[in-house]
């Protein structure tokens, strides 16, 4: 591969977001670049492997970790935004805005090639007025290709998806007390700190891998992907090399532009300086994605709340936000050294959508004794705190029965990665099947729950909103029945109880877990919360103004 030959091709810093990358990622040649503006004496060197471990309360800072962040690349503008697979592996984490992501990133660069003495290439005039500027610009772009890197690398990310700041910050002083810092070497121990920070703070996690540049993409756990990151910057067989990073640098670094440039550079960081429009884009983007999981959590519950009218019109405002930083991209590429005026975003003064929800076991459901004699309690099987966010369901049940009930099947599904489908079994296995298990259709429910109840629960009838479930007895006592039936904002998420689980053993106690959904609550956004860097943890790359977008679509023609 001819690395040389892409150094010194203009592109451009301030992406058109709508633009999918084309061409191959491993063949820069398959990418858009525009006609060569640039010459000088390349280099070769910057090989080798390493790895890294960054904590990111944004999605830019997730972005830049999975770019490599030393060496010969971090050269002027910095690295172009994410290119070929990488950036659809990036956008499938569907960041939030208060989601923190755990980024593990090993790499091995086995070509790197970094353009030195640049100067205007043979033929190609220096613009020396604003006049000039626009057909420069329109032809060349606003940057050009100074460093190309080529190899293999792995990228691990843990997501917690935490809905507020507050969570935010619980998660980063649980994984700090883990011993986990951004920037520090990457650790064995790393899996077993992130599954406890998930457990402190009561957050639940997602975990996604992928790996370029190997023929043969091994299948990885959150707990073997460290010791497979650790070996992989010390494998010399990177057998399918792909294209890692290309950094880019200003035409008003080379001598013959110089000032003529200035116009054009202030335009680009309207959208590339810290809390730039690029950086506001993704957080719109961000904005997005959490009123797209609220309102499909409404959906899984089959929950028609007030709010949900005025969730379809933010979301509508956020994309007329997203529209209009399109339309400033267009202008700036139509007449690059017009100044350009920022849009009013008033999408994210509304703020990011929340459920708000109280779990409990509630006190009306309660058949029988949760403490006897007999057998051993059973409790709900997630973290209540979060189990709205998390979308934990009931999807199948199903009981067993003779002249008491003797066996109860649930099923639980969740949108988390780790457990996304649990059964669990309480009693004995002396019961009759009362037919087949019920399955719990899209938004259906738990509607009525109806028990009489003595030493055993001699009869239990379950109403969902589109089926029964029912065992009978005749020793239950009728003048002192359960009765339960759901109100408004009422979800049945589980069953907690007590039961025997040896084979003559049966269920004693019932009880249900109810979430009571109360509205949608709207978790400010701040000032903070639109730049890069304002989390504790420290930052692992120079602070450069104009290198803080890294997140978005590959390389587009000018």
């Not at 810092?181 to 957050?203: M, N, P, Y």
């Not at 519950?301 to 267009?330: F, H, K, S």
């Amino acid at each position: 591969m001819n690395l040389t030959a892409y150094l010194g091709h203009g592109v451009n810093r301030v992406p058109d977001q709508r633009v999918e990358e084309e061409g191959s990622s491993s063949d820069p040649g398959g990418l858009t670049l525009s006609t060569l503006a640039i010459e000088g004496q390349p280099v070769s060197g910057g090989l080798g492997g390493s790895t890294s471990c960054v904590i990111c309360r944004t999605a830019s800072e997730l972005a830049r970790a999975m770019q490599r962040e030393t060496g010969a690349s971090l050269t002027g503008l910095g690295f172009l935004p994410l290119l070929g697979g990488k950036m659809a592996f990036f956008r499938s984490q569907r960041t939030t805005i208060f989601s923190v992501s755990v980024v593990v990133h090993a790499w091995r660069v086995s070509e790197a090639v970094r353009l030195t003495s640049p100067r205007l290439a043979a033929g190609v005039a220096a613009p020396q007025t604003e006049e000039d500027l626009r057909p420069f610009v329109q032809f060349y772009g606003d940057s050009y290709v100074n460093s190309i890197d080529v190899g293999g690398e792995c990228i691990g990310v843990y997501t917690f998806r935490s809905e507020t700041r507050e969570q935010a910050e619980r998660v980063e002083l649980a994984l700090k007390a883990g011993g986990l810092v951004s920037g520090l070497q990457l650790g064995a121990e790393l899996h077993r700190t992130v599954a406890e920070a998930s457990r402190e703070s009561a957050i639940n996690i997602d975990f996604h891998y992928n790996v370029w540049g190997c023929s043969e993409i091994p299948v990885l756990q959150p707990e073997t992907l460290v010791p497979y990151a650790l070996a992989f910057n010390g494998r010399s067989n990177i057998d399918a090399p792909v294209l890692l990073d290309l950094a880019t640098e200003g035409y008003e670094s080379v001598p013959q532009i110089g000032t003529a440039f200035r116009a054009v550079e202030e335009n680009r960081k309207l959208f590339t300086r810290r809390g730039g429009l690029l950086r506001k884009y993704h957080r719109l983007r961000e904005l997005v994605n959490q009123i797209d999981s609220v309102r499909e959590s409404l959906t899984v519950y089959g929950l028609q709340l007030p709010e949900a009218t005025q969730l379809a019109a933010d979301r509508q405002r956020a994309l007329t936000d997203l529209a209009a930083i399109d339309a400033l991209v267009d202008a700036y590429h139509a007449a690059p050294t017009v100044p350009l005026q920022e849009p009013d975003l008033v999408s994210l003064a509304k703020g990011s959508p929340r459920i708000r929800a109280k779990v409990i076991e509630e006190p009306a459901t309660r058949i029988g004794r949760m403490q006897g004699p007999k057998g051993q309690p059973f409790t709900f099987p997630f973290e209540r705190n979060t189990a709205i966010q998390n979308q934990v369901r009931l999807t199948g049940m199903a009981v067993e029965a003779g002249w008491r009930v003797d066996k109860i099947w649930l099923r639980y599904s969740t949108n988390t990665a780790e457990a996304a489908v649990l059964e669990v079994i309480h009693g004995g296995d002396r019961g009759i099947k009362l037919g087949t298990p019920h399955t719990f259709g899209p938004g259906e429910g738990i509607t009525e729950i109806y028990s009489e109840f003595g030493t055993n629960i001699d009869k239990l009838r379950i109403i969902t909103d589109q089926g029964m479930l029912e065992s009978t007895g005749e020793k239950g006592d009728k003048n002192n029945p359960v009765h339960w039936q759901r109100g408004p904002g009422e979800v049945v998420l589980g069953l907690i109880g007590r039961s025997d689980d040896e084979p003559d053993g049966a269920v004693y106690a019932l009880q249900a877990i109810v979430a009571h959904i109360e509205g949608i609550d709207w978790q400010p956004i701040d000032a903070l919360d639109l730049e890069d860097g304002w989390s504790s943890s420290p930052q692992t790359q120079p602070e450069r103004e104009i290198n803080q977008e890294q997140a978005y679509s590959g390389l587009n023609k000018p």
